[in-house]
């Protein structure tokens, strides 16, 4: 596979050059190293994940000169909902994300996959008391706005201008009756076909693109930048040449008595971004970075 080997040496070059380490390993290695088989033969040692607080949302919010837009996961259980949601959220230009500490879908790597790499640019908050900080963003100016079926209003029909946070439920339940008590808006999303329902990332993409599209345009010096590009060449397999295996990782030495965590790079052509997100896992959701 000479397109995936000459992608795999452009990666060390550029490594090299930003004087990170490279240590080559064998495949069981780096399925060892990362905790899960689901990487693409590149691997990122860094510093563990930093958790933001409500504080430092509404901070970011500030500092672009915006009014305050968030996004809140209400337990939801499938980690490529979640990962999608986030890649979503930051595409729509999300100061920040809500998730609850218990009875929901972990930041976990396969979130972190179908992510795309939105992890890395994202402002992430766990609550312990979910409902509790919905009480605090209300205490500070948003309006909480949710998806129900039931709802008498059409989401392109409501106002989701200002300061808003945007709530999505679990995949089973919706929204939770503690969650929904607190909700300034409800609206719905209307269905011309069959299906009575829609996935939940779908759902909340939905609302955070109308959301966005009602916001005022971002200059362009100050727009998020890309997390990369897409790249039509198709997802790589296995390395079948013990050559190509010899040729599998990119990692960085952590720091003497440190705790890393793994990136692997799921995402962008090489010759665009290098950003990676971390833990990334297999699993629908996630684009390729080596051809095939």
């Known amino acids: 596979m000479p397109d995936r080997r000459h992608a795999l040496q452009r990666l060390v070059l550029h490594a090299t050059t930003l004087r990170i380490p490279v240590v080559e390993v064998e495949g069981g290695s780096l399925t ?16 563990p994940r930093r958790w933001a607080t409500l504080d430092e949302v509404l901070a970011c919010a500030r500092e672009r000169d915006e009014a305050p837009f ?46 795309a790499g939105a992890v890395e640019h994202l402002l992430l908050v766990p609550l312990e008391d979910l409902a ?22 059409a989401y392109r029909e409501a106002d989701l201008r200002g300061p808003v946070a945007l709530v999505v ?3 089973g339940h919706g929204i939770s009756g503690a969650i929904r008590r607190r909700i300034d808006l409800t609206v719905r999303i209307p269905m011309r076909g069959h299906v ?25 010096d100050t727009a998020s930048p890309a997390t990369g590009t897409t790249t039509d060449r198709g997802p790589i397999t296995e390395p079948s040449d013990p050559d190509d295996r010899a040729m599998e990782a990119l990692v960085r030495r952590p720091r003497p008595g440190a705790r890393a965590r793994t990136r692997t790079a799921t995402h962008g052509d090489p010759e665009g971004s290098t950003h990676a997100p971390h833990e990334g896992a297999s699993g629908e959701g996630g ?5 095939g």
């Open 132 to 153: 509790g900080g919905l009480v605090d963003l209300r205490a500070r100016g948003l309006r909480l706005v949710g998806a129900d079926e039931g709802a008498a209003l």
């Open 196 to 220: 009575a329902s829609l996935n939940a990332a779908v759902a909340g993409s939905i609302l955070l693109f109308e959301a966005s599209a009602q916001r005022p345009a971002m200059p362009p």
């Open 32 to 47: 060892s190293l990362a905790g899960f088989d689901g990487h693409q033969g590149v691997a990122l040692v860094v510093e």
């Open 169 to 171: 439920g679990s995949e």
């Open 287 to 291: 684009d390729d970075l080596l051809p």
């Open 70 to 115: 968030v996004l809140i996961l209400d337990s939801l259980e499938d980690p490529q909902n979640v990962g999608t949601l986030l890649r979503s959220a930051e595409a729509c230009g999300v100061h920040g994300v809500l998730f609850p500490t218990r009875r929901a879908a972990p930041i976990s790597p396969a979130a972190v996959k179908a992510s």
